[in-house]
């Protein structure tokens, strides 16, 4: 069946499609755990010690979106690379009328997050960016990861770093999230003016809800 | 010469059955020798190509459109007629003859008609299974609706596409048979010539419109599916594409053509606005059910259609024809028309349009019921004109749409020349001197998906396939003489462009051997038509090149033909000394200005051969006789 | 009104192309836009100057044939309405036209702005109809179809063929196109059982026909004469995700 989906145009779309639902549920999971912040420390280095304690299951789950990422940056980058060939000559004159800013640079805004998650790893996870607040253990003696977050976000420049990529993350779900749900069949002449409005306004919420972090860390608004 | 239609003896109802089982088959497994060349790919043609590749035949199909999809058959708006009696309103196959029959005049072959009759119930079958999306009632049930001619609802539709999606029904057909290799499809390649092999008709001479270039293509017959002539008129309902060049090539070549001044104009078209005008856009005649047509009772009435109270409006086709009101046939709406707009009370700015208001049914059937029924049709008067048919009366004139005439067959659909097979609007056979509505569809589609496949074996059975290849002489020499042609009209590179003269000689046709025909204005028609001829061989421009895509030349060549075909037609018409369905002699009228038939002299069909360049063409009778219907004055008071 | 036109011209589809700027003077604002050009053409022929090809055949919106961009949008910028059914009322003294072909790699340029497009009839060939040969068929009423599922057909049925959404489609995709003949299909008895095959043919088709794949920027549907809806695309998603069930 797989050798089916790959040959078949629509087949590709549903590997994107699937692939990115199971990234947007990845995001909405991360941001629900990360919002554990806001407890303090006790909130999110809990949540991450629980997290380290799930062991080869933790594996299990980052293994598999890695695989997702990896399907859906593979298969993105084919898919853009054959629509280009399909338009070999643009138009002396072109207008938009319904495409959008989003759904026109879905490969650029794939391949920022791209880069962007590889940096976010760095940051958070392989902890090599700032390696002198990012390893320190709490007084329960688990990874202090509270202090890690708020320390960065204190930093000007990697707020902005965060929120251009949050920028980014806006308009390839605000595309992204409409985009599987056609291609998953769910549309009919209801769902398609209601999806084409939930899309992007899902994107704010994830958007805003990620952004308050630093913002909020920022300002001062997060005490341990 | 008597021309003999090889009908079948027998009674009426058992003619079709009867000469099914007498003709002749072919080994399933000869079938695949033969190779059958099919020019067009209307409803006729497409739906031919696809039954005769189904049955195992070899077929090359042409079109001179880009797409097999295109032909005009897929701008026929209204609906298809079949005798269901799905309404248990009293139709039946006879009275879908018999309608028919009268409402062409009684200058139709009795038998074809009533095969067409009993074959329509077959070919909605054929469409449903194929998926053509007819409109239904909230049971599921197929749903129809009455037409123009008719007092029965017989007429299945598919919004106002039906045409579309018939033709997209066979042409789906055909393209499974593409796909499995047995019909060949050649796009935007044009007939120029026909080639007859001792005198039967074995292939065709084509250009490839991209190219330029010209191929001969042998077959073991020819069929020509290639639509009517109404662009003899410049302006006309067809496309600007349809021409006449394949059948008045098959004229030239020895093929009778008949009754070529049956012609029809559709009673509801847009205006013309300008000298520009490029064609005319017809709205369906369905309009007529709920839309009651009329013109201001006063002349040189300016004022707006709003501002004229209905004491002041005149309903005249209500007037003249209390049954059928505004469901008069097409001939008798037309010239009700002409003749208010002559009388001078014409509304628009040009005073050639009369009113179609549908204030009244609005009114009684609510907007919602009226845009349901018609929504495509408001919708397109609105784009052209630029008004809002709902609140303002539409305004519509009539315009040449379909022709009656065409190449003479006789019941097997075979020309007189042996291997020519001619059908759909290109023959002349089933709709005598005037087609009601929603009966073109039907015969092109009867035609190619019942009649042709069963009566070509008869032909076939009697000849040995691939006999005759494409290296013959004649071909070579028809080849030569289409060359000679084209480089000619490039060579003339003169002062008028093509469309100056296709003007020109659709002025004279409209004017002259129009909706209402004298001996005067015939004569004068076949005084000015052979000037306008010369004329176009000294001064036509054609731009460009032979070998390249050249739209100019691709127009010359078809204007070449109507030039000599309008002087046909127009001889046809001055020849027929009576009225008769859509061709109206003013010599020829009752007291009340309705169509006077001379039964005793002209009941026949006059075909036409032709007698070589500069020699008057003789004219040839295949009487009509009717055994099973009472000639009458057509009325429809 | 007097309008300036830049028109692509392109001798045949080896050579090389380039806009051209034509002057048009005493444009009436009823007439059509392929009358405009018609004008401008008589003008050209009388001067001596080849004259612009393009394709139109029935001009009156149903055909299919007729395929200019009109300052960047395929038919112009009218909803539902092809470029023959543009009138000269929409447009203001002194504008400025663009008029290019419609653009794919799946629509070679023929000359000026006629395109060849059979790969879209390549695509029906692969599978868009029902197996169904003459003579075999039951009477129509014994095969009884919901009115709504007939409606819905017919909306999508109502396709024209006429190639604007793939001209239209940043990606060159003729999903719209496909997506109207399978859902019409799919969605009546007649067209059920072979469903599941023909919309994997004929995607496949699509393909292989040098189209692009959709990513669902739904700029087919702006630009579609007849206002094909997104959702028969959907349809097709859901067809094919039937078929894998098979």
Aim: glycine share 10%; aromatic share 10%; charged share 20%.
């Amino acid at each position: 069946m797989f050798a089916k989906l790959f040959k078949n145009s629509v087949g590709r779309k549903l590997i994107m499609a699937a692939t990115g639902l199971g990234m947007i549920g990845f995001v909405v999971m991360h941001l629900l755990g990360n919002f554990s912040i806001f407890l303090g420390p006790e909130g999110i280095n809990v949540y991450a010690a629980r997290l380290q304690s799930l062991g080869p299951l933790l594996w299990v789950a980052r293994l598999g979106i890695l695989a997702m990422a990896a399907f859906h940056i593979t298969f993105g980058i084919w898919l853009t690379l054959e629509n280009r060939r399909a338009k070999p000559e643009a138009y002396a004159v072109r207008k938009r009328q319904a495409s959008t800013f989003g759904s026109e640079t879905m490969i650029y805004s794939g391949l920022l997050l791209l880069t962007f998650v590889v940096f976010h790893l760095l940051h958070f996870t392989l902890r090599v960016i700032f390696p002198e607040t990012s390893n320190l253990i709490d007084s329960a003696g688990r990874a202090d990861v509270f202090t890690m977050v708020t320390e960065s976000f204190r930093k000007f420049p990697v707020v902005v770093i965060y929120l251009a990529a949050m920028a980014v993350l806006f308009f390839h779900v605000g595309h992204g999230f409409k985009s599987l749900v056609q291609t998953i069949g769910l549309n009919n002449d209801k769902t398609l003016p209601l999806f084409g409005k939930a899309s992007p306004l899902l994107a704010l919420v994830l958007v805003l809800g990620y952004i308050s972090i630093p913002m909020l860390i920022l300002f001062g608004l997060v005490k341990g | 010469m008597i021309l003999d239609g090889k009908v079948p003896s027998g009674p009426l109802e058992q003619k079709w059955e009867n000469h099914v089982h007498d003709s002749r088959l072919i080994n399933p497994a000869n079938k695949r020798k033969f190779r059958i060349i099919v020019v067009g790919t209307g409803l006729a043609g497409a739906s031919a190509a696809a039954s005769l590749g189904e049955l195992g035949f070899n077929v090359d199909v042409f079109c001179y459109q880009d797409s097999s999809r295109r032909a005009h058959s897929i701008a026929a708006q209204g609906g298809i007629n079949a005798a269901k009696n799905y309404r248990n309103d009293g139709d039946s196959v006879f009275r879908l003859f018999h309608d028919t029959i009268k409402g062409g005049d009684f200058r139709a072959r009795e038998a074809n008609v009533y095969r067409l009759a009993q074959l329509s119930g077959n070919i909605i079958d054929q469409c449903v299974a194929q998926g053509v999306p007819f409109a239904r009632d909230y049971a599921g049930y197929l749903d129809t609706r009455s037409f123009g001619g008719a007092l029965v609802q017989r007429t299945f539709y598919a919004r106002g596409q039906t045409g579309q999606q018939l033709l997209l029904g066979a042409y789906q057909a055909l393209s499974r048979q593409i796909r499995d290799g047995k019909v060949q499809v050649h796009t935007r390649t044009e007939m120029v010539d026909l080639v007859l092999v001792q005198g039967e008709a074995k292939g065709i001479i084509v250009r490839d419109m991209v190219s330029g270039g010209l191929s001969a293509h042998a077959g073991d017959c020819v069929v020509l599916a290639t639509g009517g002539y109404s662009n003899v008129y410049y302006l006309s309902t067809n496309a600007k594409g349809c021409n006449v060049t394949a059948a008045f090539r098959a004229y030239k070549k020895g093929a009778l053509f008949a009754n070529p001044c049956y012609t029809q104009i559709h009673p509801t078209c847009i205006p013309a606005s300008g000298h520009y005008q490029s064609k005319l856009t017809l709205m369906s005649e369905s309009l007529r059910n709920d839309g009651r047509i009329w013109a201001p009772g006063g002349k040189g009435d300016k004022r707006p259609p709003s501002e004229i109270p209905d004491a002041e409006r005149d309903y005249y086709l209500e007037r003249k024809y209390p049954t059928y009101g505004n469901l008069a046939p097409r001939d008798i709406a037309s010239r009700a028309a002409k003749e208010a707009c002559d009388e001078g009370r014409g509304v628009g700015a040009t005073g050639r349009g009369v009113y179609l208001d549908f204030a009244e049914s609005i009114q009684r059937l609510g907007k919602a019921a009226i845009e349901e029924r018609y929504g495509n049709l408001f919708e397109m008067y609105e784009r052209i004109t630029g008004e809002d048919g709902y609140s303002t009366p539409m305004r519509i004139y009539p315009a040449p749409h379909y022709t009656m005439g065409g190449l003479w067959v006789d019941y097997n659909l075979q020309s007189n020349l042996p291997g020519l097979f001619v059908i759909g609007e290109a023959n002349f056979s089933d709709h005598g001197a005037n087609r009601l509505g929603a009966s073109a569809l039907m015969q092109g589609l009867a035609d190619g998906y019942f009649v042709l496949p069963n009566t070509i074996g008869t032909y076939l059975a009697g000849t040995s396939p691939g006999a005759v290849q494409k290296d013959r002489d004649e071909f070579q020499a028809g080849m030569a003489e289409a060359g000679d042609r084209v480089a000619r009209l490039l060579s003339i590179n003169g002062r008028k462009t093509v469309d100056d003269f296709h003007r020109e000689l659709g002025h004279i046709m409209w004017e002259d051997v129009g909706m209402a025909r004298s001996e005067e204005s015939l004569k004068r028609a076949l005084a000015e038509i052979p000037k306008l001829r010369s004329e176009f061989w000294e001064s036509v421009k054609v731009p460009g090149e032979a070998a390249d895509f050249n739209q100019e030349l691709e127009k010359a060549l078809r204007l070449a033909d109507f030039l000599e075909f309008g002087e046909l037609l127009a001889l046809d018409a001055l020849h027929r000394d009576e009225s008769c369905g859509g061709h109206f002699r003013v010599e020829h009228q009752t007291e009340e200005g309705e169509a006077l038939r001379h039964d005793d002299k002209f009941s026949f069909v006059a075909a036409w051969e032709y007698k070589g360049n500069g020699k008057a063409p003789e004219m040839h009778r295949e009487p009509l006789t009717f055994e099973n219907v009472k000639l009458a004055v057509r009325s429809y008071k | 009104m007097n309008l300036t036109l830049f028109v692509w011209r392109q001798k045949n589809a080896k050579e090389k192309g380039r806009m051209e700027r034509y002057e048009a003077h005493d444009v009436d604002p009823d007439m059509s836009f392929l009358e405009m050009l018609d004008v401008v053409n008589q003008d050209l022929i009388h001067n001596g100057k080849e004259p612009i090809a393009f394709d139109h055949d029935c001009r009156e919106g149903i055909c299919g044939t007729c395929s200019l961009t009109v300052n960047g949008i395929p038919h112009g910028e009218q909803k539902r309405t092809t470029v023959c059914q543009l009138h000269m009322r929409h447009f203001k003294d002194g504008d400025s036209i663009y008029i290019e072909p419609f653009r794919a790699r799946a629509f070679p340029v023929v000359k000026d702005l006629v395109v060849d497009r059979q790969a879209l009839d390549t695509v029906i060939q692969s599978g868009g109809y029902v197996s169904v040969s003459t003579g075999e068929a039951q009477d129509g009423n014994t095969l009884l179809i919901p009115r709504h599922d007939a409606e819905y057909s017919m909306d999508a049925a109502e396709c024209i063929g006429c190639g604007a959404c793939v001209a239209a489609c940043p990606n060159g995709s003729a999903m719209l196109f496909v997506g109207a003949k399978v859902a019409s299909l799919a969605q009546l008895p007649q067209g059920k059982v072979e469903a599941a095959q023909r919309v994997c043919v004929m995607t496949e088709t699509m393909l292989d026909q040098g189209f692009g794949n959709c990513s669902n920027h739904y700029e087919c549907e702006a630009a579609c004469p007849k206002g094909i809806s997104v959702k028969f695309i959907a349809k097709l998603n859901r067809e094919y995700l039937k078929s894998l069930k098979e």
